[in-house]
Antibody
Framework: QVQLQESGPGLVKPSGTLSLTCAVS?????????WSWVRQPPGKGLEWIGE???????NYNPSLKSRVTISVDKSKNQFSLKLSSVTAADTAVYYC???????????WGKGTTVTVSS | SYELTQPLSVSVALGQTARITCGGN??????VHWYQQKPGQAPVLVIY???NRPSGIPERFSGSNSGNTATLTISRAQAGDEADYYC??????????FGGGTKLTVL
């Protein structure tokens, strides 16, 4: 059974770069799936950030595209998120998820809270 | 960009049927997926590709999609069904799109 686990700093300074990693266990990141990042600001809904395929192909939310980089490390069976020039508006719970080729997200990590504050 | 519209809240009496809608331009031509999220927890997939249930999801959960509206139906609603529900589609120009979410209250 595939499991996902997010990790990374819980506090990031304004104008800095948010960096998170999602470790995949119980399965291969080279399977026929997309690997996604989704966030949820406090008290708000879900916002898709972007996704990556094991080949390195990526898709990003147009509203975040200029600040987002998602990468994959097949040797470590994990993928990562970098979000630059963060502000308080980037404070959220960040989830990683596995998406099928039909783009439904059937496996989610527990989520990690990232706060942007000085 | 593609947008999905959900009601902010839906209420249902215990044991009755709840219907949560998700509106989008010609959404009937897209695959719609639904997630349940309880407080402090990650979302859980409850319906994929309009009307399919993942293993472990009760038969009380069903979905339909036609025209400009997709619907998640929860029959014989239970207290444990209280949660936020999100619809989601893939759009070729926007990427993954989530609806704003609907809070289901079981009375």
């Amino acid at each position: 059974q595939v499991q996902l686990q997010e990790s990374g700093p819980g506090l990031v300074k304004p104008s800095g770069t948010l960096s998170l990693t999602c470790a995949v266990s119980g399965g291969s990141i080279s399977s026929s799936n997309w690997w996604s990042w989704v966030r949820q600001p406090p008290g708000k809904g879900l916002e898709w950030i972007g996704e990556i395929y094991h080949s390195g192909s990526t898709n990003y939310n147009p509203s975040l595209k200029s600040r987002v980089t998602i990468s994959v490390d097949k040797s470590k069976n994990q993928f990562s998120l970098k979000l630059s020039s963060v502000t308080a508006a980037d404070t959220a719970v960040y989830y990683c998820a596995r998406a099928s080729m039909d783009r439904y997200m059937d496996v989610w990590g527990k989520g990690t809270t990232v706060t942007v504050s000085s | 960009s593609y947008e999905l519209t959900q009601p902010l809240s839906v209420s249902v009496a215990l044991g009755q049927t709840a219907r949560i809608t998700c509106g989008g331009n010609n959404i009937g031509s897209k695959n719609v997926h639904w997630y349940q999220q309880k407080p402090g927890q990650a979302p859980v997939l409850v319906i994929y590709r309009d009307s399919n249930r993942p293993s472990g999801i009760p038969e009380r959960f069903s979905g339909s999609n036609s025209g400009n509206t997709a619907t998640l139906t929860i029959s014989r609603a239970q207290a444990g069904d209280e949660a936020d529900y999100y619809c989601q589609v893939w759009d070729s120009s926007t990427g993954e799109v989530f609806g704003g979410g609907t809070k289901l209250t079981v009375l």
